[in-house]
């Protein structure tokens, strides 16, 4: 029994409600039986593409932005599957940096809702929209596609692909209704994208972590190769336009085993000089030499030391990316080029100068704290207004408390999608808080409740001062609807520049 009868009708808006009813009414269930069913019927287009495998708490969907530049410079047609979008549900699948149009996203939604049907499967919605994603990619004939988890990796909808290179960029707390209230339980979930034989790359710091990826590693012969293992940054130069670095290694015999609690590793960014030999980040077929890279100098489009994190990850991802590129060489060049182009909305994201407005997606524990650490940088301007609002049902976690202690006034607001009530998270915040009365709506408070995000972001740009900072954060749904009010006013934002 479906919850919707196919159409054959190809309008963009009819098959958007059609996913818009998916999202709202089919449950989250996890497991692999119905994505295997629908593939099958589709002709297994996810076997027709090579790829790499994404599964991460945090830096999942940065780390495979930059990978997937660094191969468009390389003039590879690189596919990008990420979750959730923005603003248009077609950022979710991208071609070099382009979402597919809206006469292919109505055709393939058409085309699998007639597939699903005829099986008679009824789908998730992140059943159908990685199947939609893997019947683009292989239409298109790609080269490469680079795969986000969208929650675990176990029994995640895309587990269903064997990549070249499965990538674990770190483990923090998050859905633990689903993935358990453990670092220890959410890795094993995570863990579950190794397969077997296939190379796992993992920025994870966590020594215990490590030593459990390790061993799952182990158990499916598969090379096991930690990030800050191998390399490190030394960050040169951070601005409000992006950062520099440049790449060290640390001496390790090769496929070494992680460290182990007792024996932890040194945390990225050590401001030593290494004294090591660099191993090939690309294979002798690249004409650079391990001197080049040692002596370059990267530039990174992306804020927050956290994203240089992230491009280590993705700089180790192409070394063992490359002996299977076998038309096209990846140069140093492409890397260079690649990192400093990178465009990620959403994610310590200046949107405007003047007045100063900067969104970010954090909605996590790790992800608040690096949010944090970047605030306390001397190249933003001093804190002044914050408009925070998470997701339904999200842990409240101390850092909420610790950001809104940085501003002198914050908004509390929600997105339209699935947020936590205003006047409950407020509560949190501040106990005893609540709504203004309709006399003071057009005055800042110490706290305020305003549900309405396009009013919340009108009252902040009216009291925000030249050369202070408004963030909105929480939720990267509420950084969406933000983006969608801050594009209608750019017109205005652009005059105050």
Not at 110 to 120: D, E, M, N, P
Not at 401 to 424: C, G, M, N, R, W
Request: aromatic letters at 6%.
């Amino acid at each position: 029994m479906y919850l919707f009868t196919p159409a054959p009708m190809t309008q963009l808006s009819s098959q958007l409600d059609y996913l818009a009813q998916l999202a709202r009414f089919s449950p989250i269930k996890p497991g692999l039986a119905n994505m295997r069913k629908l593939l099958t019927a589709l002709n297994n287009p996810h076997q027709q593409f090579p790829s790499i495998h994404i599964a991460g708490t945090n830096g999942k969907s940065s780390t495979a932005a930059i990978i997937a530049n660094v191969l468009k410079e390389a003039d590879y047609q690189t596919g990008l599957y990420t979750s959730p979008h923005l603003i248009r549900f077609n950022e979710r699948i991208q071609i070099n940096n382009q979402p597919l149009t809206n006469s292919h996203l109505a055709r393939h939604i058409a085309g699998i809702r007639q597939t699903a049907a005829s099986i008679h499967l009824q789908p998730t919605f992140f059943e159908f929209t990685t199947a939609l994603a893997f019947d683009y990619f292989a239409r298109r004939q790609i080269d490469l596609a680079i795969i986000e988890v969208g929650m675990g990796g176990d029994l995640d909808a895309t587990n269903v692909i064997t990549p070249l290179l499965s990538i674990i960029t770190n483990i923090g707390i998050d859905h633990q209704a689903w993935l358990g209230r453990t670092k220890a339980a959410i890795a094993k979930h995570k863990a579950g994208i190794i397969k077997p034989g296939i190379p796992l790359i993992t920025a994870e710091t966590d020594p215990h972590i490590l030593d459990l990826l390790h061993h799952a590693c182990r158990r499916q012969s598969s090379e096991f190769i930690s990030v800050h293992h191998q390399l490190r940054a030394k960050t040169l130069n951070t601005s409000l336009s992006g950062q520099t670095f440049s790449v060290q290694t640390i001496n390790h015999p090769q496929n070494s085993p992680p460290p182990t609690p007792n024996h932890p590793i040194q945390t990225p960014d050590v401001e030593k000089q290494s004294t090591g030999h660099l191993p090939p980040i690309l294979t002798p077929g690249v004409k650079m030499t391990s001197t080049e890279l040692l002596n370059a100098k990267f530039s990174l489009s992306l804020l927050g030391h956290h994203q240089i994190n992230n491009a280590l990850t993705a700089l180790l991802a192409l070394q063992f990316l490359q002996p299977t590129l076998h038309t096209r060489c990846v140069k140093l060049v492409h890397i260079k080029t690649g990192l400093a182009t990178v465009k990620w909305s959403g994610r310590l994201d200046m949107v405007s100068h003047n007045p100063f407005i900067l969104l970010d997606g954090a909605h996590n524990s790790a992800g608040l704290q690096a949010l944090i650490n970047y605030l306390t940088q001397k190249d933003i301007p001093a804190p002044h207004s914050l408009i925070i609002g998470t997701k339904q049902d999200k842990q409240m976690d101390t850092e909420i408390i610790q950001l809104t202690e940085l501003f002198p006034y914050v908004i509390v607001s929600q997105a339209k999608h699935q947020p936590t009530p205003a006047d409950q998270l407020i509560r949190h915040i501040q106990p005893g808080a609540g709504y203004p009365n309709q006399k003071m709506s057009n005055t800042l408070s110490d706290i305020t409740a305003i549900p309405d995000l396009k009013q919340a972001i009108k009252l902040s740009l009216q009291h925000l001062p030249v050369n202070r900072t408004l963030l909105i954060t929480g939720s990267l749904y509420l950084v969406g609807d933000a983006l969608s009010v801050l594009n209608r006013k750019k017109p205005s934002l652009n005059a105050m520049a």
